[in-house]
């Protein structure tokens, strides 16, 4: 054994948080031992405080400290549409757009008959409970990851949504900006083609 028990065990835990190989959590483990002991107890009662006191939004699913959470409970967001997505990181991208005003749904992940998640195992009961006449959506976005499962999912809802009448409209797909058409694959180029605008 290389190190104390007590880094050892630091390391293994910093180990486990995705995106971080032993490597990583080696230096992280010992920077954070370099740190007075202020700042580790800052972080460590951040990490407990966010644990403890963040849940799921009762209406969208979001991570939140109050229920509702504050896009729900906004008055000044666009009631007349959800858009929906795959998780609370997806809702901070549209959210830094700034583009869009409305409400969200949040799924908590995508479906995938490979490791057994089916729809049951996503948070869509909850999105159909929100769509009541009385409720006054008109459009669902669906803003899922154009992946395979992403792809799945929208075909899925889409499938579900259109018969009640709303507008389901999906995220347009192509070109990247500064990306060039020489390195785009066929189908994002097709996509681009056909998602085309008149100017």
């Known amino acids: 054994m290389y190190y104390a028990e007590p ?4 390391i293994e835990e910093l180990n486990h ?3 971080i190989g032993v490597k990583t959590a080696q230096r992280l483990a010992f920077h954070l031992l370099g740190r007075p002991g202020e700042d580790v107890r800052r972080l460590a009662a951040a990490i407990v ?17 109050c229920d ?13 549409m959800i858009c929906v997505v795959e998780d609370p990181r997806d809702f901070v991208a549209m959210e830094k757009t700034r583009e869009y005003n409305g409400l969200y749904h949040i799924l908590m992940g995508t479906l995938s008959p490979m490791e057994g998640v089916g729809p049951d195992d ?11 006449p009385a409720s006054g959506v008109t459009e669902i976005i669906l803003a899922t990851n154009p992946d395979v499962e992403g792809e799945a999912t929208a075909l899925y ?17 192509g070109l990247p900006m500064g990306g060039e058409l020489e390195y785009a694959d066929e ?3 097709g996509r681009a083609l056909a998602g085309r605008q008149e100017m």
């Open 7 to 10: 880094i050892a065990r630091l």
């Open 17 to 19: 948080l995705p995106g």
């Open 49 to 65: 405080a966010a644990r403890d006191n963040v849940r799921n939004c009762s209406i969208c699913s979001n991570f939140t400290d």
């Open 68 to 80: 509702p959470c504050r896009i729900c409970s906004n008055a000044r967001r666009d009631r007349t």
């Open 122 to 132: 996503l948070r869509i009961k909850e999105l159909l409970h929100r769509l009541t």
């Open 157 to 173: 809802l889409a499938r579900l949504l259109k018969p009640l009448g709303l507008r389901v409209t999906r995220l347009a797909r």
């Open 187 to 189: 189908v994002t180029l």
